[in-house]
């Protein structure tokens, strides 16, 4: 009896693949997106509907999550991107955070297994967030199943945790700062600090432009640290500076502006004033912020999807989602299947040709 009910049960779910990938073939036929967001919304109000521990409606989220990913791969998208855990989930009670973190750390591990859909359909896991707000063991753990799936290429999953968008925007922002700060200091070994300009040799050129001895300024006197005073001329030198080859600066004007001459031992350079030190400092811009930020390693998500209903963004992705259409349906994440699914695809397809010429005049 129990074998004929295991044997069904398989007859069953071979012929529920089947019709799925038939339908799949069908909705093929339109766009496919190459990238699904999910803000996973419901775990705690499909256990209280249930009367069931907070814990359970966060495990049952686990198994939707994996139907969907199953959904998502065999209809040839490429990119899922799931919010696990946002920076303010920690302001809930401690008890739930520690059982979702023991959740999270128990399933990255799962992942890992050999049967697992990771390595069923070649996925690549990335956890996306500044993980170092998680506890180390589950740090460690988002650390391996990075590494050990870091060759695959067929699929992604990117794993939203200890994440927000504003987080990940000010991250993004100070790594372009720093990057372009190390460029300044590593211009010709020089470093500049309040327009003054350090570690440069007598007679070294800086741009092109010769640098004359910075151990004396415009006036004669000593100063390890001053820069050339080029906004007005020295009006007086004595004979003893003169003997000793000080620098002097000189502002002379001819038709193309004011020019400020150098002389240095003997030789002149005649620098435009717009080419005066510091020279010209690098801008930090959209594509040096967009290279930094976490999203960076995937496209901009083609659909978000956020269940029960909701449709506010909760602080996801809000750099990448300028044009990507927003689907709520009512059902809590635990309740999402594949008709959900199928018909956010289908929007999609109805609104492709419109998204892509917004795209495309961005």
Known sequence: MEKSVIGASQRLGGLGTFLRKCMFSVVSVGPIPEHIAFIMDGNRRYAKRRNLPV????KAGYLALMSILRYCYELGVKYVTVYAFSIDNFKR????VQTLMDLLQEKIEVL???????????IR??????????????????????????????????????????DEIVHAVQESCNEKRNEIQALN??????????????????????????????????DGEAALDTSKPCSERDEADEKENTTVNHVEKDKGGEVASRICNGLIEDVQE??????????????????????AVAPDPDIMIRTSGE????????????????????????????????????????????????????
């Open 274 to 295: 717009s080419e005066k030190l510091p020279h010209k400092i690098p801008n930090v811009k959209l594509v040096d912020v967009e290279k930094h930020l976490y999203m």
């Open 55 to 58: 814990a359970e409606g966060h």
């Open 189 to 222: 070994g020089t470093k500049f600090s309040n327009g003054v300009t350090y570690g440069v040799e007598k007679g070294e050129k800086i741009n092109g432009v010769m640098e004359c001895d910075l151990h004396k300024s415009c006036n004669g006197s000593l």
């Open 311 to 362: 449709t506010r963004l909760s602080n996801f992705l809000l750099w990448q989602t300028s044009n990507c259409p927003l689907y709520s349906p009512a059902a809590l994440w635990p309740e999402l299947g594949l008709w959900h699914l199928v018909w956010a695809v289908l929007n999609f397809q109805r609104n492709h040709y419109y998204l892509e010429k917004k795209r495309k005049q961005m």
């Open 112 to 122: 890992l297994e050999k049967e697992s859909i990771v390595n069923q359909y070649g």
């Open 125 to 166: 896991v990335y956890f996306i967030g500044n993980l170092k707000l998680l506890n180390e063991p589950v740090r460690v753990a988002a650390e391996k199943a990075m590494k050990a799936t870091a060759n695959n290429s067929k699929a992604a999953l990117l794993i939203c945790v200890a994440y927000t968008s504003c």
């Open 93 to 96: 009670r401690p008890e739930e």
